[in-house]
């Protein structure tokens, strides 16, 4: 496929949010997350659109007096914040329930490297503070290797993943404005609680980076963000989410993937 024919950011990502489940107003509370690293994620939620909130993450800092922020309550006490600022985004995935968080920080890099997506991504295991912590800590998983599930974003968005490896995975559009696109990209998965998983992926062709939270229980249900580049060169934050529908799974005999 010529590049010319490759859909940019704003058209794949437009109306991606369709079926994402509704937002939570987290108006008058306070998150405060330690990284098991050295960092910390400080939050106060204004109202239910605006945060002041602070970030120190691997070198990094960040901050914001009146920022956006955007908050799904996945589960009962499990939630997906993401905090966007222009040409990065913070996100956290959290249980209330067990204290355990995995902090996601997406960059978009100066200039376009060959063989290097544009968005580059780090990951942090953290733990709330003032919380009992219990279940295992988060940190990298292998479980969604040999998976193939489709996801329906909206009337006119449904992808097909398959999990290859432990670094990447396969995508094809069966129905939307990219149908007959895939491609093979970066990917990451780290397992927050049973059946809670943060995938990650950071395109090549075009400049764009997500983070999501599956929900391969009962629930069948994605939430996500993308970070990336419109046409005119800006920085561009959006929505996605929908369902999950599992195709099936295959178990390789002896020799793993990476």
């Not at 659109?49 to 990094?60: C, E, M, Q, V």
């Not at 960040?62 to 956006?68: H, I, K, N």
């Not at 993943?161 to 990917?187: F, K, N, P, T």
Request: charge should be negative; charged fraction near 25%; include cysteine.
């Amino acid at each position: 496929m010529q590049d010319e024919e490759w859909k940019s950011y704003e058209e794949f990502a437009d109306g991606i949010d369709t079926f994402r489940l509704a937002n939570a107003d987290l108006s008058g509370s306070r998150l405060d997350v330690e990284l098991d690293s050295t960092g910390s994620v400080e939050i106060d939620f204004l109202d239910a659109s605006r945060a002041r909130w602070k970030a120190s993450l691997g070198g990094n800092s960040y901050q914001a007096e009146a920022g956006d922020y955007d908050a799904v309550e996945v589960r009962s006490g499990v939630l997906f914040v993401n905090l966007p600022l222009g040409l990065s985004s913070v996100t956290l995935v959290f249980s209330r329930n067990t204290g355990r968080v995995i902090v996601t920080e997406s960059r978009i890099g100066e200039r376009q490297e060959a063989g290097v997506p544009r968005v580059l991504q780090s990951f942090h295991a953290a733990q709330l503070r003032g919380v009992e912590i219990s279940g295992a800590a988060p940190e990298p998983s292998r479980d969604l290797i040999g998976q193939r599930n489709v996801y329906r974003y909206s009337p006119s968005h449904l992808y097909e993943h398959v999990y290859i490896s432990s670094q990447r995975y396969a995508w094809q559009c069966l129905e939307g404005v990219q149908r007959g696109h895939g491609d093979m990209d970066l990917s990451t998965v780290w397992k927050l609680e049973e059946g809670l998983y943060l995938f990650c992926f950071r395109e090549f062709r075009i400049p764009v980076a997500s983070v999501w939270l599956h929900d391969l229980g009962y629930q069948l249900r994605t939430t996500g963000v993308f970070l990336g580049l419109n046409v005119e060169g800006g920085a561009e934050h959006s929505r996605g989410g929908g369902h999950i529908y599992p195709l099936g799974s295959v178990r390789y005999p002896d020799a793993q993937p990476v």
